[in-house]
């Protein structure tokens, strides 16, 4: 008898009741292996998954776009993105959301990190929006959905998690995640528009700023624009590796904070101290997650799961309908990191049995994750913000990002009726 079920209900408990991630997925990977195929080949495996693992060289491109992120934060250039962000769009209706939607995606693209954007942001945007009346609800809704494009628009930390474990190429995950980033972008200022017209509100503006102050508005963004060109057009003309890249890119963003006068060394520690400490993390619960895999292959979850979706979703696009709501009933529940790290190990080998490309599967799968940051109720994006300004309930937060939301799903709809959106720089 499969003993699989067991196996994911105890997990499922194991989440339930506070259990570390990474101790959850390694401590049921390894007592399920060894329940199949014994103790001491069970703890060999989980001996290789954590230390040949960890002296992988592709690994070292986790650690160094993290620190290219901090990096970033601690320059200062959220603020310089955002104000000219908003010199171009201070006389349309909405400007200051419409803003900073655009700034979190620019500063995504330098960032890697959903909650680093949505926290930096928070702090530079929210106090304008209030001054100028904007509503909260719409105020945070901006902020929390602009802040999701920092999973996809590359570097991605997730996208790099999800490379790992399907074998994928992270520098072609990183050109697939770049026009559903900017369609995403698009679809969040019309957002912004919809929710303006849905409370038939009138919010101030400001006189529309001559060419020439808008274009001397762009010099403070010339360093992150310069580094994100850099970074991706390395990758793109084969100059350099993902993780060369990587390395390239942590060593422009220090560059950075040394040319804008920031740089000095207790800061410069707490940067490389965050860095460790966040790689360690989640180097914790990608090692835990491909000892669980190996747990996934042995046990026949994968044959028996496609076995069982056959009946209803027997054609890719069945199957990707499938998938879609299995990830926004997750969302309920789980955070996006938990979710990628659960579900890709099971349902990767299924799209691929399927023919569906696993470039364009893990540019869905974060595209799908992306609306798990702000949906109820476990929106990390949206209790960042509560944290940040705990006066804004987390029902006003949700309520405003109701189009956001929307528009989402029909950025989704778009890219998997349109996969050529997806595919067309790889």
């Known amino acids: 008898m499969e003993h699989w079920p067991v196996g994911m209900a105890v997990l499922a408990a194991l989440l339930f009741f506070g259990v570390p991630i990474s101790m959850a997925l390694a401590g049921v990977g390894l007592v399920g292996v060894a329940s199949i195929i014994g103790w001491t080949p069970a703890l060999s495996l989980l001996a290789s998954a954590f230390f040949d693992n960890g002296r992988d060289y592709t690994l070292s491109v986790l650690p160094l776009f993290l620190m290219m992120g901090n990096f970033v934060v601690h320059s200062g250039i959220a603020t310089e993105l955002y104000n000219s962000a908003y010199a171009w769009l201070r006389h349309r209706q909405g400007g200051l959301a419409t803003a900073t939607v655009v700034a979190c995606g620019a500063f995504s693209s330098v960032c890697g990190s959903s909650l680093a954007t949505a926290a930096t942001m928070t702090r530079i945007a929210l106090p304008s929006m209030r001054r100028f009346g904007y509503p909260d609800d719409l105020s945070t809704a901006s902020i929390a959905a602009g802040g999701t494009l920092g999973i996809l628009i590359p570097p991605s930390v997730i996208l790099v998690f999800y490379g790992i474990m399907t074998q994928q190429d992270i520098g072609k995950l990183f050109l697939a995640g770049l026009i559903p980033g900017l369609i995403g972008v698009i679809g969040y200022v019309i957002a912004v528009r919809v929710s ?214 029909l950025r989704i709809a778009l890219l998997t009726l349109v996969p050529s959106l997806v595919l067309i720089l790889v």
């Not at 060419?211 to 403070?220: F, H, I, Q, S």
């Not at 860095?275 to 046990?299: D, E, H, P």
């Not at 069945?318 to 969302?331: E, K, R, T």
Request: with cysteine; glycine share 8%; hydrophobic share 55%.
């Open 196 to 409: 303006l017209w849905l409370r038939g509100v009138t919010l101030p503006t400001e006189p529309k700023l001559p060419l020439r102050d808008r274009l001397r508005a762009l010099k403070g963004t010339s360093g992150a624009l310069l580094l994100f060109a850099f970074v991706m057009g390395g990758i793109y003309l084969g100059v350099f590796t993902p993780t060369e890249s990587a390395g390239m890119g942590a060593g422009g963003a220090l560059l950075l904070v040394i040319l804008k006068g920031r740089f000095a060394i207790p800061p410069l520690m707490r940067v490389l101290f965050d860095t460790m400490k966040t790689t360690a993390m989640m180097f914790f619960i990608l090692f835990g997650a491909l000892t669980f895999s190996n747990y996934v292959n042995m046990s026949g979850m994968t044959q028996d799961i496609q076995a069982f979706l056959s009946y209803f979703a027997d054609t890719p696009m069945a199957f990707i309908l499938v998938v879609l709501c299995i990830y926004l009933v997750l969302g309920c529940i789980l955070e996006s990191l938990s979710m990628i790290m659960l579900t890709v190990p099971v349902l990767y080998p299924i799209a691929d049995a399927h023919g569906i490309n696993l470039i364009w599967f893990g540019i869905f799968v974060v595209m799908v994750t992306e609306v798990s940051y702000i949906t109820p109720p476990v929106g990390m994006n949206a209790f960042v913000l509560k944290s940040v300004v705990p006066d804004v309930r987390l029902g006003t937060i949700f309520r405003g990002l109701v189009p956001f939301v929307a528009l989402d799903i």
